[in-house]
């Protein structure tokens, strides 16, 4: 290090003189560090953490939570009296909110930046840190003193020479995710500044808020969540036998945690009114520290989202919902059985590797989610949406006919799809060989409700049922051409799942469903029309009855149970809704056909009997249940 140093200097004839020459002290540099290379560790010896700090990629750039959990339970979620706060204030409530750190929870969720020791810092220089620009409005520093507590930085905080010297420990957290990048576009620049004497010197580093994700079919199910109906009515006897059955079916697939019931609201529709998502930065040993997201459907009539705060929100468990949703923004589309996302892939130039989002639109008459939403889950800028063509579906909703299924090849996946083709050539064949006279459904009467006796030739006969299937054929093969020029899927990676759709007005068995399971008690109104308990509310473009009447004789749902909407609960292991179909020589040939399908692609079938508590409300087993996926494989890296 330069300083003081004597040299001694001979002259011929002359005494020996010391010199002792002064150099120039070595400048202060301010040096700011961050996880840039995403290894869970900010290197403060080497370079690693250096290349790249003042920008963000998906690939490089040092990442920092939203911190919108509540390790420590503490967020209420009533007020004076015991009245239920506002959604406003139940969202308002997260560990960001306040300017400390609640214990060693919520210390590891702040993004740590370190400051290179200063060993030649003076007495009497002190330091400052704080995030600049933008993100100032949407992130908390802390600063993490001598006795390993946490404080909050603000224009007040200053960093002693003795901190300087030994290099000081910042957390970051963000209080919210990106919403609109015209608003917040997730960055956060922090600059430190360090002054001694009438000098300074600063350095700044970038962060990025991470990305709120959505799970694809590549993380494997850990948690399966479901509404159990309370009462002792048909009904709800009935719901809660299928809640039962669905944990016997979980745990056979190797799900050792508990099911996720929801009970408060009884909204039966749970893949609906929320979609598990996560965030996620590297953590202690490049493990990815992961935070899951309940996020909430875009329909604030929809009281069930409420308990995402009030039961699900915890320990690394946040909640979003948006605001601003307009009332001419049709309510089917906003719920959550109409988001979907295709696992990781690459194709014509554009990469995806978290996966890429479908939701369905009415291109019929310009029906898109909402904005809201479609605007926050673009601005995480790692799974744009792609918008599907729903318009010839009554709920409107992308599950009902396409799905991602594991697969042992170089891409990872397949696609599995409604195939109404499939579904009439099997009637069509079971007619030729002098079974029109058996039953379409073999489903047994039950609570009062008798069982259909239409044939499958009475079925054959029907012009509409015939001109349905036509439609749904060409709006799925129009829908999955998409898919495939996105993709660069072929159809060798196609899974065809037999299918039948109908109008539900036409559909006989059908026709009278909700004074039927009213009889039994339900408070079933088909997906997206269910508000409070037992009373159906329809929010659409327009936002009358008759447009819904008008919807219900122009638009179809599943016919036979619709066998891609159920629930892969492992690689190899999924959930079908059971088919009840023609039985020909003891086989119900709908079931054989669909476990064929899907042996095909290595995957075992096992069926859960839905027909009274979600097929005769136009959805399936997917449309009742939700997954929790696991979170542990960074999203950065493919």
Known sequence: MPGRSVIAIALAGAAIVSVTPTFAAEPLAADLRADVDRDGLVDTDGSSDTAGEDTWTPQRGAVFLPNIDDDTKRCRVTGPGGKPLS??????????????????????????????????????????????????????????????????????????????????????????????????????????KVTAGGSSTSDSVTLRVAPLLTHHHLQNAQRVMVTRVRGTDAYSRTQQAFVRKLADEVKRAGITDPLVTFTKYQDIWAQDFVEPAYVSMAGPGGQPHAMRVMLRSAQPWRKAGRELFEKVRGRDIGVVQVSGVRDTEEGTLNSMGNLETIPPYEHGGRSFPAGRIIMGQRKDSGSKPAAAMRTLLSAQGMQNPLLLDTSWLHVGHVDEFVQFLPADTARGWRIGVADPDAGMRLLRDAQRAGHGGTRMFSVPAAHGTPAPKETIGQALASKKLLSDNKLAAERIAANLKLIKRETGVTDAEIVRVPALYTRGSENPERGDVMPRLRRMGSPVTPPDAVGDFGQQRILRKGGSASGERARQTTMTSAYIPGAVNGVLLGRDRYLAPKQWGPVIGGKDIFTEAVTAAYARAGIRVSYLDDWYTYHLGMGEVHCGTNTLRDVTAPWWKR
């Open 87 to 192: 959604d406003a204030k139940l969202a308002a409530c997260k560990d960001a909110a306040d300017t400390t750190v609640n214990g060693p929870a919520d210390a590891a969720d702040l993004a740590r930046l370190r400051t290179v020791p200063m060993r030649n810092v003076p007495d009497g220089a002190t330091g400052t840190a704080a995030v600049t620009g933008p993100g100032a409005k949407y992130t908390r520093l802390f600063v993490k003193r001598s006795s390993g507590s946490w404080s909050a930085v603000t224009s007040r905080t200053r960093l002693t020479a003795a901190e300087l010297r030994g290099g000081v420990e910042l957390g970051i957290e963000g209080t919210d995710v990106v919403r609109d990048t015209r608003v917040w576009d997730g960055r956060a620049a922090v600059r430190l």
